[in-house]
């Protein structure tokens, strides 16, 4: 796993992004530096359903970590697409932010996540060291909402939000006998994004749940370990979206 620094350089006041210039026509306008507090929802996703973002990390040319044929980019992108069923078929609207093995820059994931409107948001990534896995929430200091957030904190005001949102998650994965690690740090993508965001970083299973002759990336690759993960990862968002205190909280 390696994480990339999303630079932002408004230069005026329409709101610029690198690489992508979206002006923002309303009463007042945004300072340089500064998001809205709210994103447009995402086309696709109806007001009245429960929007889910998964990040796929890396791609295209950035592989991720890598150990012989396997590939984190790839791995990400698998676990994504079978996330994607499982919720889909659980009636949630699912926003990715790739459905290939594409090169995204994370000003790109930023947006395309802020502007789904979404009430969660899951940053898939994997690695070969460790075991378990391991839950990432935003180390910044929660703070009120504002009407207009600085990208690179924008998270502050949803940061509670995500920790409960980790919570759920580590209890559902715990039920499942996975062994879990939660931890607070700098996460460049989703500290500028503006709803429950947790990243989910899937290391191979515990020796104890598997032979030791096992390697690491046979790990990664057991059918059925990928199949209890994702199963553990839906059913955590069943229950994140059955809670209405969660919904009200992070609507705009």
Known sequence: MR?????????????????????????????????????????????????VVLDAAHGGDDTGG?????????????????????????????????????????????EIANHAGAQACLDLHASLSGTGIHLF???????????????RTAQAAFVTHSLALAGVLNSALQRTGTPVTLG??????????????????????????????ESATDSLNDAGYQARAAEALSAALVEWRSDAAHLEAVQP
């Open 184 to 213: 607070r740090t700098a996460l460049p993508v989703i500290d500028s994004l503006t709803c429950p965001a947790v990243a989910v970083e899937i290391s191979p299973e515990s020796t104890t749940n598997r032979p030791a002759s």
């Open 137 to 151: 929430v935003s180390s910044l200091a929660a703070q009120a909402p504002v009407r207009f957030e600085p990208w």
């Open 66 to 110: 890598h150990s012989g044929d396997w590939t984190e980019k790839s791995f990400t992108l698998a676990l994504s697409v079978r996330l994607r069923s499982l919720l889909t078929a659980r009636g949630f609207a699912v926003v990715t932010t790739r459905e290939s093995d594409t090169t995204l820059t994370s000003e790109r994931r930023i």
């Open 3 to 51: 994480w990339s620094e999303p630079i932002f350089c408004p230069a005026d006041g329409k709101a610029w992004k690198r690489g992508l210039a979206i002006a923002v026509f309303a009463a007042t306008i945004p300072c340089p530096g500064f998001a809205q507090a709210t994103a447009a929802p995402a086309p696709a996703a109806p007001a009245n359903r429960f929007v």
